[in-house]
Structures are given as C-alpha cells and as structure tokens.
C-alpha cells in the first residue's frame, strides 16, 4: 500500500512538472507574441514587420528561409510580396490544391515538395531551397496570403511545428495583413509620388512653353514664390513686388490699387526701362484666401508681351497703309469718274441735241442706240464709284420718310418698255399690309430695285418677271420671281461679290459689270435688312429682300401752292464751265430753250463777271472742278459779297454728302453731270418760276 501511494505521489510530481514546464512555454510564447507584436507596431517597413515576425518563429521553428505570398482574386497566380532570399524575389506560384488548403487556414508540412504540383516545376536554383516547407495561409482585404517555411535538408518539418503556427496564427495574420497594407500604402504612395513629379515636371513644361514667371506674395506684398530669378532679363533682387517698380510710380499706384481691392485683375502692361531692353510685360493675378476666408495674399503671372505688342504695332501700321491705299482708290475712282463725265456730258448732251434735230426714223434708230450705250457706261461708273464708297466706309444712307411700293411701282414703270420689247410680262403686286410711308433712304431702295429688277428682265427671255411687296414679321419683303435661265448651285456661292457673274467667260451672252448685286447687298445691309436667293439652273430666280418696317419721322406739312402754269420766261444765265466741249453742249442746250447764256472759263472769271455786274444775270450754273478757282471757292466769295443770285452746282459729284457740302459752300442746287434733258427742264422751269415771283 505504501508503495502504491508512492507511485501516485510520484506520477502527480510529474504531471505537475509537465504543468509547470508548460505554463512556462506558454508563458515563454505569450512573451514572444507580445513583444513580436510590440515590434511590428514601431515597424516603418513592411520588411520590418517581416523579420519581427521572423525573429519571434525562429526560436521554435528551424527554417532557413521564409517568404510570403499574395493575390488578389482566385484567378491569379501568388506573387511574392516579401522574402528572405533573393532567389525568391519576383517569382510567381501557380495555386493547386495544396495552397488552396493552406489558404483556407490549414497548418501543412511537406516532406517531399517535388510530390507535389505547386513546386514540382520550380527552377532549379530554386528547388534545392526547398527540400523541407511548412506553409499557412491567411485572408487578407486584398486577397490571399501564403506564409512558406523552407529549408534545404528534408524531415525538417513535423507536427510540433505545426502545433507552433497554429498557436501562433494570431501573430500571424497580424504580420501577413499588416505587411499586405504597408504592401498597399507603399504602392498607393509610389503611384501618386510619381504622378506629383509627372505633375510637377508637367507644369514646368507648361510654363518653359507658354514663357510665364509666376509669382506669389503675402498681404505685404513680400514675395512667398518666385518661378525664376529673372524677368525678361530684369534680375528679381527685391522682396516686395511693388519695389519692382520703383521707377515707375504710375505703374506702381495702378499695381497698388489693384491689390487693394482684393479683387482679380488681368493685363497690367509695364515696360522695362530702355537700357535693359525695354521689353513689355503684361501682369495678371489673383487673391487667394484660407479656408476661413481670410486673405493670404496674391498669385499670379507675369508675361512677356513684347512680340505682341510689335504685332499690334505692326497691325495697325498695316491698317493704315490699307486706308491710304484704300483712300487712294477711292480718290483714283472719284476722279476717273469725273473725268469721264465730263466727256460723257457732251456726248449725251450732244446726241439729246442731235435726236431734236429733225432726223429721220433711221438716224433716229442710230441716235438711240448711241445713247443706250452711253447709259451703259454711266450705269457702269455709278456702280463702280458707288462700291468704292462703300468699301472705304465713306457711304452713308440718309433715312427719310418713304414709300417701299411706290419705289419698286416707279421702277417697274420704268423698266416696262425693256420688258416689252422682249416681249415679257412684267407685273407688280403691292399687299394691303404694306405700310404707306416707313423711314429709309429712297434713292438707294430705289437703286436695290433696278438691279434686282433689271436683272431678271435681262436674263429672261420668254414668260414673265412678277414683283410682289408684301409684310411678313415686322419687315417689308419684296420678291423679284422671274422665269429666266436661272443660276446654278456653284454659281450661287460668289455671285454676291464684286465683278463676280453667274457666266464669266469671255463669250458670255450678258453683259455687265457683276457689280449691282455686290451693291445692292450692301445697300441693304447698310438698311439692316438682308437679300436671299432660290433659283434653279433653267428654271428661273426668285431675289427676296427683306427690310425692317421703322415707323416713318413725323412730317411737316407743307402749304401747297396751287398748280398754275409756269410762265416761260427767258432766263440771262452765267455758265462757268473749264470744258470748251461742255461748254458749246451746255449752251446749246440752253440757247435752243430760249435762254441768254455767257461763258466764264473758271470761277476767278466768273467771280469777276459778278462783281462786274451782278444784276445782269438771273442764274449762275457752276462747274466744280475748274482751274485757277474752283466752283466752292466762287461761291464762297460770292456770298460774301452778298450777292443772292441763285448758284447751282453743275457737277459729276452728285452724292448725298457732295451735296450738303456745296450747300455749306452757299450754293442753292445741283445739275447733275451728264446733263439729261428732263432733269435741265425741271431745273430751268423751277428757276424760271422763281425769277418770276420775285
């Protein structure tokens, strides 16, 4: 019995010694787990969690290497995330059944690796690293993890070692995820350092290209940031960036204001001094605050603008050597234009004359002809010289109460002995809505409406040429429908530019310049109206011109005088007039009208024949152009003796604007060169009238 109670007091020793050695290897291990953890928070590196991890297992597993493993989904293969061996470094592992189990937890020793797929096709520099593996697994936010043991002598692995991992796992996964994140921040922080320095150099390309300096300062004004030590080639040696302008005080209080106002600003332009090449800089900048809303200071950007500046320069050198050459062409027209009046005047004048001579029927035909080609050529210098005013910008409309319908009603009865003649219906259609009277210039409608209505009777041959004046939203629009020959699509793209015709070869069966629809748009754009074209190549053409309706000036009623007959009473005229031709036509055409006429060869002369005898005369007709002293300046001294015989101006400038400027001369009309039969008869009977109720 008593050696019983020996053998049980002896066996309960023992159990309490293993108890005991136990608790002291838990304890042992719960130390190690502490510090491993302890160590792995002060780690900076993901390769200093590792070896802490390392350091914790090499006391209870003897391994010679260690590596671990990751993934982000099923379908990948496990790349290596850390390791003790370079070998290892940067290889890939194909996943079986093996490191699906690790994976899912479970502690394995391989006694054999080369059995077993996942490292049976390992290099060999590799394989002989691996004769002996313990491996686990853990989940991680990123994926899969894989921790590997390996060791080059085989049986190095048995359950104690996996009785270790699995008491360790804690420590474990705390390494494995803790290394997988540092993994992942490492990375997130490689990427977006490299995108800051991508960013970085990018904005220095940027500004090498665009050449800006930037700047930044304070609410002092002191800088914060300079882009570069020098602008222009001006040294930046000062704090402030108003002491930049020191020699430059206007600059400097304009600068000063703008930063004051806490407000954004664009295009300060200062130039440097000249000795330091007197290059421009344009400023710009903004304030900027912080996110309390306080104010920081400024940034901004300063420019070269100096190539800028001489391009302006340049620019505007170019403009002006345009308008002289522009003016120059303007003054050449005007002149051609008068100076081919004036021969033109004797040879209507002449044929007018000619035509009241008792031909017959034949010489008539031929007469008739002859003035149809001069009116040609007139028409063709009006057009030019009325282009010319347009371009250089010296053509004005002069709005005035008027009909829309009664113009295109005049020009329509004007132009109905051309349609018959080619045998043409030509109607006119005035709508009811029509208003009676709108404000607009009535010579130029009236201009707009020649042309539009010329041209179809011209390019008609057969069927008709229909008007129609009708209202459409706040506009009066007048349609020209003609069944001619029609325009193509091509055609149609320039037929609204100078000299430009639908058939411009040389054998075209038209004639014309290709000017009055370059003119007639611009007139009526001068108006703020628009002109549009539908027409088809064989088919015909439909112009629409479209006008705004303004409500017509409150008019002066006039007292009309009741209608009598004008007394035909012969008229003592002084004709001042340089062309000797002009001068026979003139009085020719005056003499056979019953009239006394005496020929002064410049306005010197007739300024003499006045002082001489003013009384004698009832009518002075006075050239423009004339040597030794010209028209305006006869007049002028005229009036100032005090002389109120009537003086018209006998002219080949004959526009709005010549005519307010010789009535500033003190003249009391104008006869416009060449001089028409009707239009000498209307003056010579208004004159005669005059005379006769003084």
Same mark, same amino acid.
Request: proline fraction near 3%; glycine fraction near 6%; include cysteine.
């Given at each position: 019995?008593p050696g ?7 066996e309960?020793?023992l ?18 787990i502490?510090?491993g953890?302890?160590a792995m928070?002060?780690a900076n590196?993901?390769r200093?969690?590792?070896? *802490?991890? /390392?350091a ?6 003897g391994?010679?290497?260690? +590596? ?9 293969? /496990? ?10 470094? $940067?290889c890939s ?6 490191f ?8 394995i ?11 049976r096709?390992?290099p ?8 002996s ?7 991680? &936010? ?8 390996l060791?080059?002598?085989?049986g190095?692995?048995?359950? &104690? ?9 804690p ?7 803790d ?10 922080v ?16 940027f500004? %090498? ?9 304070d ?5 914060t ?6 602008l ?6 000062k704090? $402030? ?19 004051? &106002?806490n ?18 800089? $344009?400023?710009?900048g903004?304030?900027y605050f ?5 104010l ?13 500046k001489q391009?302006?320069v340049e620019?505007?050198?170019a ?8 003016? #120059?062409?303007?003054q050449?027209?005007?002149m ?9 005047n004797?040879? /209507?004048?002449?044929?007018?004359? +000619? ?6 029927i ?12 001069a009116q ?6 009006n057009?030019? /010289? ?5 371009e250089?910008?010296?053509? !004005? ?8 319908a ?8 004007q132009?109905r002995?051309q ?5 043409? !219906?030509?109607?006119?259609?005035v709508?009811?809505t029509?208003?009676e009277?709108t404000?607009?210039?009535? %010579?130029?409608?009236t201009?707009?409406m ?13 069927g008709s040429v ?6 459409? %939203?706040?506009?009066?629009?007048i349609?020209?429908?003609d ?5 193509s699509?091509e ?8 000299f430009?015709?639908? !058939? ?6 038209y004639?014309?310049?290709g000017?009055?629809?370059?003119i $007639?748009?611009?007139?009526?754009g ?7 074209l ?5 088919h015909g ?21 009741p209608q ?14 340089d062309?000797?031709? %002009? ?6 055409m005056?003499?056979k ?8 060869d410049n306005?010197q002369m ?11 005369f009832?009518l002075i007709?006075?050239?423009i152009?004339?040597p ?6 006869a ?6 003796k ?9 002219? #080949?400038?004959a526009?709005? *604007?010549d ?36």
């Amino acid at each position: 019995m008593p050696g019983r109670e020996t053998e049980t007091l002896q066996e309960t020793l023992l159990a309490l010694l293993r108890s005991q050695e136990r608790e002291k290897q838990l304890r042992d291990e719960y130390s190690a787990i502490l510090a491993g953890m302890s160590a792995m928070a002060g780690a900076n590196s993901k390769r200093q969690v590792f070896n *802490s991890l /390392l350091a914790v297992l090499r006391k209870y597993i003897g391994f010679e290497h260690a +590596l671990v493993l990751t993934r982000e989904d099923e379908t990948s293969h /496990l790349e290596e995330l850390v390791t003790t061996c370079t070998n290892f470094e $940067s290889c890939s592992w194909e996943v079986n059944q093996t490191f699906i189990r690790a994976i899912n937890g479970e502690s394995i020793a391989l006694f054999d690796p080369l059995q077993v797929a996942e490292f049976r096709y390992l290099p060999k520099d590799q394989i002989g690293l691996c004769r002996s593996v313990l491996m686990t697994g853990v989940k991680v &936010s990123s994926g899969d993890a894989l921790l590997l043991f390996l060791h080059s002598q085989p049986g190095q692995f048995g359950a &104690s070692c996996k009785r270790v991992l699995a008491r360790f796992r804690p420590l474990l996964e705390r390494a494995i995820i803790d290394i997988d994140y540092r993994e992942r921040l490492q990375t997130l922080v490689t990427v977006r350092t490299q995108e800051l320095l991508h960013n970085q150099q990018r904005f220095k390309d940027f500004a %090498n290209t665009v050449g800006d300096w930037f700047w930044e300062i304070d609410t002092e004004y002191r800088f914060t940031y300079i882009s570069a030590p020098d602008l222009s080639n001006h040294v930046i040696d000062k704090k $402030s960036l108003l002491d930049l302008f020191d020699d430059d005080s206007d600059f400097q209080t304009k600068l000063r204001n703008k930063l004051l &106002s806490n407000e954004d600003f664009e295009d300060l332009e200062w130039q440097l001094p000249g000795n330091e090449g007197g290059a421009w800089i $344009s400023f710009s900048g903004s304030p900027y605050f912080s996110k309390h809303g306080e104010l920081r200071g400024y940034r901004g950007t300063a420019k070269d603008i100096t190539s800028k500046k001489q391009r302006l320069v340049e620019l505007q050198q170019a403009r002006q050597q345009a308008e002289s050459a522009n003016a #120059a062409k303007s003054q050449f027209l005007a002149m051609m234009s008068h100076e081919i009046r004036t021969p033109l005047n004797a040879v /209507l004048g002449l044929m007018d004359t +000619l035509a009241d001579s008792g031909l017959n029927i034949e010489q008539l035909k031929w007469v008739n002809q002859m003035e149809q080609s001069a009116q040609l050529l007139l028409t063709i210098i009006n057009d030019i /010289l009325d282009l010319s005013r347009i371009e250089s910008g010296k053509f !004005d409309l002069y709005m005035e109460p008027m009909s829309v319908a009664d113009c295109a009603t005049l020009v329509v009865e004007q132009l109905r002995d051309q349609a018959q003649k080619k045998n043409i !219906d030509l109607n006119i259609r005035v709508d009811e809505t029509v208003p009676e009277k709108t404000q607009g210039d009535k %010579n130029r409608v009236t201009q707009v409406m020649f042309n539009l209505i010329g041209n179809a009777i011209k390019f008609t041959n057969s069927g008709s040429v229909n008007v129609a004046v009708t209202t459409a %939203n706040n506009e009066i629009v007048i349609t020209v429908i003609d069944t001619g020959i029609g325009i193509s699509d091509e055609a149609q793209k320039n037929l609204f530019n100078p000299f430009v015709q639908a !058939d411009g070869s040389i054998t075209r069966k038209y004639g014309g310049t290709g000017l009055g629809l370059a003119i $007639s748009r611009h007139l009526v754009g001068k108006m703020q109206g628009r002109i549009s074209l539908v027409s088809h190549l064989g088919h015909g053409s439909c112009f629409s011109v479209f006008l705004p309706i303004i409500a017509a000036a409150a008019e002066i009623e006039e007292e009309k005088l009741p209608q009598r007959k004008v007394p035909r009473r012969a008229l003592s005229i002084l004709l001042a007039e340089d062309s000797k031709t %002009n001068q026979m036509v003139a009085k020719l055409m005056l003499e056979k009208r019953g009239h006394h006429v005496q020929v002064a060869d410049n306005g010197q002369m007739a300024l003499d024949m006045i002082e001489a005898s003013p009384e004698q005369f009832d009518l002075i007709l006075m050239d423009i152009s004339m040597p030794v002293m010209d028209g305006m300046e006869a007049t002028r001294k005229i009036r100032e003796k005090h002389v109120d015989l009537p003086i018209v101006a006998l002219t #080949a400038n004959a526009m709005h *604007s010549d005519q307010l400027e010789y009535q500033k001369a003190g003249m009391n009309g104008f006869l416009a060169k060449p001089i028409r039969v009707a239009e000498l008869d209307k003056l010579l009977c208004e004159y005669a009238e005059l005379v006769s109720l003084a």
